[in-house]
């Protein structure tokens, strides 16, 4: 029964694919259609609701109210309460702006030269659609079979905003419903034009870990408003250009973290070689020599390794010509490797300002995490990923930016973040920016990775 089943499996799963493929980029187009920029997520949510529901998924809302909208499609209903692989997605995007920048109209979903191209396209609309074809080839054996998983896919708002209005509400008080073993939500992605390494051969990387956000205003509050021409030296505003200039030109320290050193073993593993070979122990001071020299010459490197902080703007309370401002401030946009916590960054950045007039406020605090540490689910997912991608090569990798995966990180769940698709610079850029778009080939070949991992995983 077993083995005639797998056979008429893989039979309509080859059939499947070769027909998800025109199927999914019309789905998609229409998807990146809706234009769904934070806060406005409701109509995508019922758009893809109800395509799941066609489909054949069990759709289940976790909450719906205006502009905080968020639902679980599954192959089995959420309360039988099976061991669950959640595929995490967000149905928000962000603004477009001006669409004169854009080569086609930036909701428009066109499909032209072999890409979809849209606001979404690539984040992360394409990522859904990858994952709701590749859940969809199980949904008829869910049908006859127990099978060992339920496999869910988890629609989310609001993620370019902070998680608030979706994956903060998943995790803080629904997440006992979905009963995960895993989560996979957005992340790396394969890439073949990394600078700092010389073999060219494609390296996949599944994130593990993220980096914390942390927003802060600096205030310089001093009594000296009055005349500019008789302040003395140290009004507000020369106390923050100076205090500004000490932090942002201070090297922030090299800090390899669990999560960077398991990277780095990986990656030394993957590319061999003597370059291989150093970076392949990363507690020796080789690899701290050559990491130090790394980090100075690629931002990349550097972003991996150190705790970053950016001036996002700054505010000055002018009046008059004539008149010093008694008060200015400073925004920074901070990124915390995992294991410095935001009271060790601010301790460092009072202490490299070094004035006694520095008042530190945070504005918001994103969410802080230890790495996922590699495990079977890991093994499958870079297996079925070296499966499609004959050459390349899966490491674990820490992201330098931050996505809702750490809201379930912290609750002590796996999770991998992978866009199982080979992305170039180009590509990367445009996330975010004008003329984004997802490549036909990274859909189809993405639902090929998923739906084997799914198979080694439900068919076990
Ligand atoms: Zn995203």
Known sequence: MRRYFIFTFLFFFNFSVALADST?????????????????ENEAAYFMANECRKAGFVVEYINDTTGSVNFAASLYPLSWNKPNIVFHNH????PAGSGKYWDYPPFGGVIDKGKVWGRGAMDNKG???????????????????DLPYNVTLLFVSGEETGGITG????????IEKFN????????????????????????????????????LRLRWNTDYAGHASIVENDYASMLMVNGLYRLLNHPMPIIITNEAAIMFRALGEAI???????????????????????SKNDPEVRDLVTNKITLSGIEANRT?????????????DVRLLPGTSVEEIMYYIKSVINDDIVEIDIIDRGMASAGTVPDKYFALLASAIEK??????????????????NFFRALGIPVYGINPMMVSDKQLKAIHNYNEFIKIEDVTKGIVVFSSFLENLLYQ
Do not use: C, H
Not at 24 to 40: C, D, F, H, N, T
Not at 397 to 402: D, E, G, T, V
């Open 91 to 94: 149905m928000d995007v962000v």
């Open 127 to 145: 990522l859904a659609i990858i994952q709701f074809f590749a859940a969809k080839n199980f949904l008829r054996s869910s049908y006859d079979l």
């Open 180 to 215: 995960p073993q895993i989560v996979i939500g957005e992340g790396g992605a394969g890439m073949d034009d990394l600078g700092f390494l010389t073999k060219k051969s494609p390296i996949f990387g599944i994130t593990i870990a993220e980096k914390q956000n942390l927003w």
């Open 24 to 40: 999914a980029i019309r789905l998609l187009s229409e998807y990146v259609q809706i234009e769904s920029v934070s806060g406005k």
């Open 320 to 332: 008059a010509l004539n008149q010093n401002s008694n008060t200015e401030s400073a925004y920074l």
């Open 272 to 294: 061999g070689g003597v370059k291989g070979s150093v970076m392949k122990k990363p507690d020796s001071r080789l690899f701290f020599k050559a990491l130090e020299l790394m």
């Open 167 to 174: 994956s903060k509400i998943v995790a803080k008080d629904f």
């Open 388 to 405: 499609e991608f004959t050459d390349s090569k899966v490491i674990p990798m820490l992201l330098p930016a931050s996505t809702d995966n």
